[in-house]
């Protein structure tokens, strides 16, 4: 076979496709369907059933301007009268190249609807696997003059189309039999189907003699069980000889079976519509009208119409004994949806212009129900004056209704077929087409190994790959591509290639789905693809001589797929092992009989979090993670079981060694903990196990109960030396100096001792309180703290919640309640105007209304930078002032008087 070049183009055949718009010769808008979208180009920019003018921005850019001819579509729209089908008159021209479409148009009043038929004849072939093919009811042969014979040449999918038994390869007077035989049973049950195998010939012969270079017809033929199927030849000579005969041609059937089978039923049902209009007309000379007519000498209000029995019938409306049906009445028969009323309203409008004598005659189609059966009814109305007083008044007015709801039903049942047809067109241009398949192909002349292959563009573009000529890439930079960079490349690459092996041995003749690992050789990026492959033909000695596939880029499935499994069994903080994988491990045979396990509890989390954030509190998690990962070693797999906790198992059973790894760790902890506001803390408990002398469960109870005692040991000493670093970044990071908090603990002590408390552990919890009372500030910004001007909104807003982020911190670390709640209610005030829960009078703690006074006086007396400092007369003036309001009235008096006592 003499094949020069073989253009692949995706799957792009040689075919004819159409779709449907509107023109709107008043307004000069247009209408898209989703059809006429894609076929123009402009899915994703414009949107569908929408109507564009021609001054829209958009539309003119991505459309008007792309046209070469408009003015030539715009006469030819503008100027156009036909009513009914009319032939091709108009070809619209794109500018780059693009395809160009043939215009044939359907006037409907103002309506023009617009068929595009894509006029590209392009000479493809593609021999893609014949399992993509047969799924989409596509067959592929292609016939070779061989030794002035002609040789049809049948790849699976063909085969499988045409249900025929013959070999793949097989001369055309053996085919012809065969066919002579499908074509004898088809006529003898349908023999007006006897032009389709005519024109059949013809226009074979025409090709292969040189009158034409390809064609395009539908024929019917017979599938395995003898059913009828309609089948579309897209016919397409590739090369000639020097006498003009056909050499090699190539053919692409399409099972075309269900657009068939529509098209006929859309025959019948037009036929069906032409029937229902002559009957229509037969109904009207019949005179099977609604009659109706209204006169005003009789009624001047117009509330009365005299009508014929069938108006009253098809609108179940009753009248009185002589005839008379009541107007309102009428207008209840208006249908109960948006169309009923909009067309009633219409009809209704009409009626009051004749009423102001600005016209004489008015129609219009009006959405009904049936007051009785409640059916839906459309009516034609057809109105007209009959007779006017001489001032112009109305007198008489009258008119027929056609009821034309038959034909309207029928016009929606249209409506349905057409959009049911655009989508089946739609579906059938898609099946043929894959924007993520990279398609090759190969045709050997001899027993040689070949050196290149033939690929469409995705393939070049997605791989890196040099174009050689005429969309070839050479198989050596082909096979560089496949990713040996890892052990998952190394993996895949070996099977690929013993698949190959089976491929060239003659040991397979396909597979599917075999993933191979990539690596653009321009850009190094890493892809991940299905390979698909069929050997169509191979050479008496079993060496290949026609083969293809494809490949389907998977790359983000498998990412999407690997990101899934490593989070089923890894903590996503810390990036270890996670509990799933701790109780999978512990359960299945690779537990060793010796081996140590480590638990170990983070102290404190809740406050880190509490007092420092989320991420502060993740990254001692990671910490901790990473000095267990560090320090117990290779031997030992460390995993995150809990919030706090992490668990590690390791082959070390020397308790020497492991007692040091634990101080190791503690050893990095505390020097973190010299450079860092966070006070962090480990507890770490261990059990041994020897020829498993004890069962897991009971080693893991062992080894948590060691890490809790500790934990309680280290606990008290732990929070002395996490309250005095939280203090520490309180005095330098505000205003809240220590000074300030021992004057506070002063004055507060002095007045509780004055309200008759004397034990040392109240005097001691209320000193205590004075120290931590502004602890939540340290939650605040520098920069909002340290503001010299007026503060926002916002920013009070930040600094009224440090009493709820103190109460947060001090219950971590300080087991009294006193104390937490005199942090939380400190702004609270007594006439209920405070922060943060507007508490008034008793409902405020005693420790929170002592803390709230002796705050104020301090700082009156000491200044800020927002208020200057006063004496301390006019403090305790302002003390008194503001009792009963903002200070317990009885406890300001006890303060002034323990003032008093120290002067």
């Known amino acids: 076979m003499n094949l020069t070049k073989v253009e692949l183009q995706g799957t792009d055949f040689n075919g004819v496709l159409a779709s449907v718009c509107k023109y709107n010769r008043k307004t000069k808008e247009f209408l898209f369907t989703k059809n006429s979208l894609l076929m123009f180009g402009l899915k994703g920019i414009l949107e569908q059933d929408k109507w564009y003018g021609t001054n829209d921005k958009i539309f003119k850019h991505v459309f008007l301007n792309q046209i070469e001819n408009y003015n030539e579509l715009k006469e030819y729209l503008n100027n156009f009268t036909s009513l009914t089908l009319i032939d091709f008159k108009i070809k619209l021209v794109f500018t780059g190249g693009k395809d160009s479409f043939y215009l044939e148009g359907l006037l409907d009043g103002e309506i023009i609807v617009i068929t595009a038929i894509e006029t590209e004849v392009s000479k493809q072939i593609d021999f893609l696997s014949n399992e993509g093919l047969i799924n989409s009811k596509i067959g592929l042969r292609w016939i070779e003059r061989i030794s002035g014979e002609y040789r049809i040449f049948h790849m699976d999918s063909s085969r499988e189309l045409y249900g025929i038994l013959a070999e793949r390869e097989v001369s055309r007077i053996i085919f012809r039999k065969e066919w002579e035989v499908i074509k004898d049973k088809i006529l003898k049950d349908y023999p007006e189907y006897q032009d389709y195998f005519d024109n059949n010939i013809e226009q074979f012969n025409d090709l292969v003699s040189g009158k034409n270079s390809s064609y395009i017809l539908t024929s019917p033929w017979l599938d395995s069980e003898e059913n009828i199927v309609w089948v579309e030849d897209r016919v397409t000579v590739l090369s000639r000889n020097d006498e003009g005969y056909a050499e090699l041609i190539v053919a692409i059937t399409i099972d075309v079976t269900e657009s068939k089978l529509k098209e006929f039923s859309f025959d019948r049902l037009e036929e069906r519509n032409k029937q229902l209009l002559d009957a229509s007309k037969r109904a009207i000379n019949l005179a099977e009208l609604l009659v109706w007519m209204m006169n005003f000498d009789d009624f001047p209000d117009g509330d009365y119409i005299i009508s014929n029995k069938r108006y009253k019938e098809v609108l179940g409306l009753d009248s009185s004994k002589n005839g008379y049906v009541k107007f309102e009445d009428f207008l209840k028969t208006t249908y109960p949806d948006i169309l009923g009323k909009n067309t009633m309203d219409f009809l209704l409008n009409e009626f009051d212009r004749t009423v102001k004598n600005e016209i004489d005659e008015f129609e219009g189609v009006v959405k009904h129900q049936n007051l009785k059966t409640k059916e839906v009814v459309y009516l034609e109305h057809h109105s007209r004056v009959e007779e006017r007083n ?131 050789l321009k850009t190094k990026e890493i892809f991940y693809f299905e390979h698909n492959f069929e050997v169509e033909k191979r050479f008496s000695d079993g060496s290949l001589m026609i083969r293809g596939g494809f490949m389907a880029d998977v790359t983000e499935e498998i990412k999407y797929k690997k990101r899934n499994d490593y989070l089923v069994g890894h903590d996503a903080v810390t990036g270890l092992l996670n509990r799933t994988a701790f109780e999978e491990y512990i359960e299945s045979s690779l537990m060793p009989n010796d081996y140590s396990l480590i638990i170990a509890d983070i102290d404190g989390l809740k406050f880190i979090n509490d007092a420092f954030g989320h991420i502060k509190g993740d990254e001692a998690i990671d910490f901790v993670g990473n000095q267990l990962e560090t320090e117990c070693g290779k031997i030992s797999t460390v995993y995150r079981i809990g919030g706090d906790e992490f668990a590690v198992i390791s082959t070390e059973t020397d308790e020497n060694n492991i007692i040091s790894h634990i101080n190791m ?218 009792s009963g309001t903002q200070f317990d009235k009885k406890i300001a008096d006890k303060f002034i008087m323990s003032l008093k006592e120290e002067d």
């Open 390 to 520: 001489i001032d112009g008044s109305l007198r008489i007015v009258g008119g027929y209704i056609v009821n034309i709801t038959d034909r309207i039903k029928m016009e929606e049942t249209n409506k349905l077929l057409n959009l049911e047809k655009e989508r089946h067109l739609s579906a059938e241009r898609l099946a043929v087409r894959s924007g993520r398949i990279m398609i090759w192909y190969l045709s050997s002349k001899s027993t040689e190994s070949a050196d290149s292959f033939y690929g469409n563009k995705l393939l070049f573009t997605k791989l890196g790959l040099t174009d050689m000529l005429d969309n070839q890439f050479s198989i050596k930079e082909f096979n560089e591509s496949i990713y040996q960079g890892d052990d998952e490349g190394l993996k895949l690459h070996d099977i690929y290639f013993a698949m190959d092996d089976k491929v060239e041995s003659g040991e397979i003749d396909y597979y599917d789905k075999l993933l191979v690992k990539h690596q653009n």
């Open 665 to 882: 760790i503690k050893e990095n902890i505390a020097k973190l903990n010299l450079r860092n506001d966070i006070q962090l803390g480990v507890s770490v408990g261990y059990e041994i196990v020897k020829n498993s002398n004890i069962l897991f469960s009971d080693a893991f109870i062992n080894a948590e109960n060691l890490m809790y005692r500790r934990k309680l040991q280290d606990r008290n000493s732990r929070k002395s030396k996490t309250m005095d670093a939280v203090l520490e970044t309180l005095h330098i990071k505000t205003e809240e100096t220590k000074e300030h908090c021992d004057r506070l603990g002063v004055y507060a002590v002095n007045t509780l001792k004055q309200l008759g408390y004397t034990r040392v552990s109240d005097l001691e919890d209320i000193e205590l309180l004075c120290k931590v009372h502004d602890i939540g500030k340290i939650t605040i910004s520098e920069e909002i703290l340290s503001k010299e001007g007026e503060l926002t909104k916002e920013e009070y807003n930040k600094i009224k919640g440090h009493s709820e982020s103190g109460y947060k911190i001090v219950k971590n670390i300080v087991e009294s309640d006193r104390i937490a709640f005199g942090v939380l209610y400190h702004h609270e005030r007594v006439d209920g105007k405070g922060y943060p829960f507007g508490l008034k009078g008793d409902e405020i703690p005693l420790f929170a209304k002592i803390l709230n006074i002796v705050d104020a006086y301090d700082v009156m007396i000491t200044g800020r930078k927002y208020s200057k400092a006063v004496s301390k007369e006019e403090a305790i003036k302002e003390i008194i002032a503001c």
